[in-house]
């Protein structure tokens, strides 16, 4: 039911560091944990901006409480006035699904982790949807390794690398937290 590449890797040029395991394109990151899980080593250089003609929210949570359904919500709205929902194929269901709880696992762990979310931005071209959760922590988040189905916890992380096209961390340094983001294909 997770989306899949809809392109060759690097048909959008090189990828920043991320679960892929490339840093800026050219080295594989060191140190792949023993669960053969590969988890973001160097902090990615941020791109630009979004590309020419991408379609971009952006969602502050100052001041607001139930989150999570906030940030699904807002997402869902994004995905029908972009066209990804109603869904016409099952393909196009499950893309959306995916989207939506990538955002939720997303929002959760800067609920649980760092001191909650500050802002969500959503942003699609023709190939990919990424998601930024931008949050005050300092913490650096991975995949439980080795991932146990049936341990409590812990899965929000391996959902997102198993859903994902890629995902990272982005720091900004001298100011306080980070960007989590991650990519999805968008629906053919």
């Not at 990151?29 to 003609?53: L, Q, R």
């Not at 959760?108 to 699609?124: K, Q």
């Amino acid at each position: 039911m997770s989306t899949t590449r809809p392109y060759s890797p690097g048909d959008r040029g090189p990828e920043p560091s991320g679960a892929s395991g490339v840093s800026g394109g050219t080295a594989p990151a060191a140190g792949v944990p023993d669960g053969g899980v590969a988890a973001p080593t160097a902090e990615p250089a941020s791109p630009p901006g979004p590309p020419a003609g991408a379609l971009v929210r952006r969602l502050s949570f100052e001041d607001q409480s139930g989150v999570v359904p906030l940030a699904r919500d807002f997402t869902r709205q994004a995905l029908y006035d972009w066209g990804w929902l109603p869904a016409a194929t099952a393909d196009r269901r499950a893309a959306a699904e995916d989207v939506l709880l990538v955002v939720s696992e997303l929002v959760t762990n800067a609920c649980l982790h760092a001191e909650g979310p500050d802002l969500l931005t959503i942003t699609s071209d023709r190939k990919v949807i990424r998601l930024e959760v931008t949050d005050r922590g300092t913490g650096q988040p991975s995949p439980r390794t080795p991932h146990r189905a049936g341990r409590p916890g812990g899965h929000g992380m391996f959902i997102v690398q198993r859903l994902c096209l890629d995902w990272g961390v982005q720091r900004t340094p001298d100011v306080a937290g980070k960007t989590v983001w991650a990519e999805l294909g968008t629906p053919a």
